[in-house]
């Protein structure tokens, strides 16, 4: 397992913990686990909605503030993941607010991001991947 894995695995070893101590039988350990695990998930989905679809930068920038605030080694395993399933990456507009959010909360997954769109025949696409190729980004 990797650091990271082994940060959300410790994560979740502790509410399971605490859960045994409540007295929680294992099937119910279970179900609330999980239903944690869906909850943090639709947050971190509606936070990269806020931090990259609106129109005016208020949302954009609380949104950007309280994904930086996530655990780095969940929001590495998580990000993209949960990025696919919210964000129109045929929208240019979208694509590079991603790529800024990616740039300012969690560098090391740009190259991913990138990748996702980079076989796109749209040139304000392609063109948004040159400017976040750049190594200065």
Request: include cysteine.
């Amino acid at each position: 397992a990797t650091i990271n894995e082994l940060t959300i695995l410790s994560n979740l070893e502790t509410h399971n913990a605490q859960m045994i101590r409540e007295g929680k039988s294992k099937e119910e350990r279970f179900q609330i686990l999980k239903e944690i695990a869906e909850y943090q998930m639709q947050i971190l989905r509606k936070l990269i909605e806020w931090a990259c679809q609106p129109q005016n930068d208020t949302p954009i920038v609380l949104a950007r503030k309280k994904i930086n605030e996530i655990n780095k080694a969940w929001l590495k395993i998580h990000l993209l993941d949960v990025a696919k399933m919210c964000i129109d990456f045929s929208d240019y507009w979208e694509y590079r607010r991603l790529l800024e959010l990616i740039v300012l909360v969690l560098p090391e997954v740009k190259l991913d991001a990138l990748n996702i769109c980079e076989n796109s025949e749209d040139e304000d696409i392609l063109e948004v991947i040159e400017d976040y190729k750049d190594e200065s980004f």
